[in-house]
């Protein structure tokens, strides 16, 4: 069965540049949520997204933004980056018509900022 | 606000013992859906079974059931027959039922050591 499907898997950015992180749901699924989690912590609820628009924002930055397209894909970009956003990003998706609220996890990209 | 509590940072068993993971949590409403995930080292988040608040019967995934007790607001997690690849982060989580693409509210973790 498909899965969600996030690229890069592993990213290495400089202190103040700029990030993309990009996150392809299961097919059919119609919600989209970031989780930040770092080294040894719980994962922290970020931002999520009901076809195609922003649903619930959590502890996300200001430097951060995120969007859902048409495809349902989604994207979180990074700005002005600093050493505390090194972590692992999970996107997750799941269906609301399901009724059980399951989310299906990505792999995970993981950041580290120099 | 809904909140997780996981009281136990680290555990260890003995290969094919059972051991328990404690999971508490708060909130007002009835309606709602319980999680445990599994988090092994490579990090991936992997759901390892799910419990729905209206359902009395405890949730059963093969060696992995939940005591669930829903006037205390328990959620524990028991592992049967403990296998070396059950090593790994487990984490509570909780979602309300009456929002249906709602944001998981996660305890702190347990992990969970295997003893050979």
């Known amino acids: 069965a498909a899965g969600v499907i996030q690229s890069p898997r592993h990213l290495i950015k400089e202190k103040r540049e700029t990030a993309t992180l990009k996150c392809y749901p299961i097919?059919?699924?119609?919600?989209v949520y970031w989780y930040q989690q770092g080294p040894g912590q719980d994962p922290q609820f970020l931002i999520s997204?009901?076809?195609?628009?922003?649903?619930d924002k959590g502890s996300i930055p200001d430097r951060f933004s995120a969007q859902q397209f048409s495809d349902y894909h989604s994207e979180l970009n990074m700005s002005s980056l600093e050493l505390g956003d090194s972590a692992l990003y999970f996107c997750?998706?799941?269906?609301?018509?399901?009724?059980?609220?399951?989310?299906?996890f990505g792999p995970g990209t993981r950041l580290t900022v120099l | 606000a809904q909140t997780v509590t996981q009281s136990q940072p680290e555990m260890s068993v003995q290969e094919a013992e059972t051991v328990t993971l404690s999971c508490t949590y708060d909130?007002?409403?009835?309606?709602?859906?319980l999680f445990w995930y599994k988090q092994p080292p490579s990090r991936q988040m992997i759901l390892v079974i799910r419990?729905?608040?209206?359902k009395q019967q405890n949730a059963t995934e093969n060696r992995f059931s939940v005591n669930f007790q829903k006037a205390a607001k328990s959620f524990s997690l028991k592992i049967s027959d403990s296998q070396l690849g059950d090593a790994a982060m487990y984490f509570c989580?909780?979602?309300?039922?009456?929002?249906?693409?709602?944001?998981?509210?996660w305890g702190a973790g347990t992990k969970l050591i295997i003893k050979p």
């Open positions: 997750a998706s799941s269906l609301a018509g399901r009724g059980d609220n399951e989310q299906f």
């Open positions: 419990q729905e608040a209206y």
């Open positions: 989580a909780y979602s309300p039922g009456s929002h249906s693409n709602y944001q998981l509210i």
């Open positions: 097919p059919r699924h119609d919600t």
């Open positions: 997204f009901y076809e195609k628009m922003q649903s």
């Open positions: 909130t007002s409403e009835s309606d709602y859906y």
